[in-house]
């Protein structure tokens, strides 16, 4: 969806290094949410933020942490890469109402 | 390539024919459920949704079918298209916590034949 745009789209880092991925939505929804994506596993949640002052650990949070910036920016950090966070990484944004997830493209991180 | 779905379950349908693709979820509280489907190198998109009110609901070539009963959903494609190719997810509320969390299935992976 082109309303919620992530960046980079693919990154390959190096083990111990600090990455940032970057979400950015012009929905006007107040939450926003990380998931990354794993052959045979699902969507699986990282951490996720129903308004700015709000951030909240998923079933996945170790190894990561969020940043809030603002209403339309959420930006996820692996403060010291690990090859199994290798994954293909999504940002979701959520009105507070039906509870549907709008996704971006996705980041594809490789950790080598 | 999409690396996603390599070890998912798979639906293979003649383009033209009507597809079913089904979900079985844990929470008997679950009182919402969304499908979604996601197309090699995109995020997954919404499809369809349903209340725990509700047996059936139609949208364009889509029926979703709710069995609470064995806690069971089934998403129904009609007339498949080749642009029909995806995976498809069903989704549902945690056990705990607020309903704005979704717990995803796994997912299967559709695809149409020529």
């Known amino acids: 969806d082109a309303d919620v745009t992530q960046t980079p789209r693919n990154r390959i880092t190096k083990t111990g290094k600090r990455i940032m991925l970057e979400c950015s939505q012009t929905?006007?929804?107040?939450?926003m949410y990380w998931y990354r994506q794993d052959p045979g596993l699902g969507l699986r949640l990282i951490y996720y933020?129903?308004?700015?002052?709000?951030?909240n650990k998923g079933e996945i949070s170790d190894g990561y942490s969020v940043s809030r910036q603002a209403q339309a920016k959420f930006s996820l950090s692996l403060e010291s890469a690990i090859p199994n966070q290798t994954a293909l990484y999504f940002c979701?944004?959520?009105?507070?109402?039906?509870?549907?997830?709008?996704f971006g493209a996705g980041t594809r991180l490789s950790v080598l | 390539g999409e690396s996603v779905g390599l070890h998912l379950p798979t639906l293979s349908v003649q383009e033209g024919d009507n597809s079913i693709i089904n979900c079985a979820y844990s929470?008997?509280?679950?009182?919402?459920f969304i499908w979604y489907k996601q197309e090699s190198g995109k995020g997954p998109q919404f499809i369809i949704d349903i209340r725990s009110n509700m047996d059936k609901r139609q949208g364009q070539r889509v029926t979703v079918l709710l069995n609470k009963t064995v806690k069971h959903l089934s998403l129904q494609i009609a007339a498949t298209q080749p642009g029909d190719s995806a995976v498809y997810f069903c989704?549902?509320?945690?056990?705990?916590?607020?309903?704005?969390?979704?717990?995803f299935g796994t997912g299967t992976r559709l695809q149409v034949t020529l």
């Open positions: 933020s129903f308004d700015v002052k709000d951030i």
């Open positions: 989704a549902e509320p945690p056990s705990t916590g607020t309903a704005s969390k979704l717990t």
């Open positions: 929470n008997s509280a679950s009182d919402y």
């Open positions: 929905k006007g929804h107040d939450r």
């Open positions: 979701a944004t959520s009105d507070g109402g039906r509870n549907i997830q709008y």
